[in-house]
């Protein structure tokens, strides 16, 4: 069974940093992309980063440029969000997502996990 568990969201000033875990199980970490995304309330949910590590590829959105890093950790089977640079438009719900990289593309989204709250204050 496939799982996908985010933590690492809280709350944090504007200028601050938090570290995102997704601790991902029930498949080879090489075999899929792994991406994350985040959803403003009345907004939609918009991909940020992904990785497909089987191909070393990694991709960023402009939101995330320059300030967000993602890398994995094989021996957790753990991919990580560093969020650096936090403005308040960064707040929302953090989601993880995952799907089999032979299908092609980055942002795969068969599987999500629960999502962690992230709140930036001012």
């Known amino acids: 069974e496939v799982q996908l568990v985010e933590s690492g969201g809280g709350l944090v000033q504007a200028g601050g940093s938090l570290r995102l875990s997704c601790a991902v199980s029930?498949?080879?970490?090489?075999?899929?992309?792994i991406s994350w995304f985040r959803q403003a309330p009345g907004k939609e949910r918009k991909g940020i980063s992904c990785?497909?590590?089987?191909?070393?590829?990694?991709h960023y959105t402009e939101s995330a440029k320059g300030r967000f890093t993602i890398s994995s950790d094989y021996a957790k089977n753990t991919v990580y969000l560093q969020m650096n640079s936090l403005k308040p438009e960064d707040s929302a719900v953090y989601y993880c997502a995952a799907g089999q990289a032979s299908a092609g593309g980055c942002y795969r989204t068969t599987y999500w996990g629960q999502g962690t709250q992230v709140t930036v204050s001012s």
């Open positions: 029930g498949f080879t970490f090489d075999d899929y992309a």
């Open positions: 990785t497909r590590n089987g191909d070393g590829i990694i």
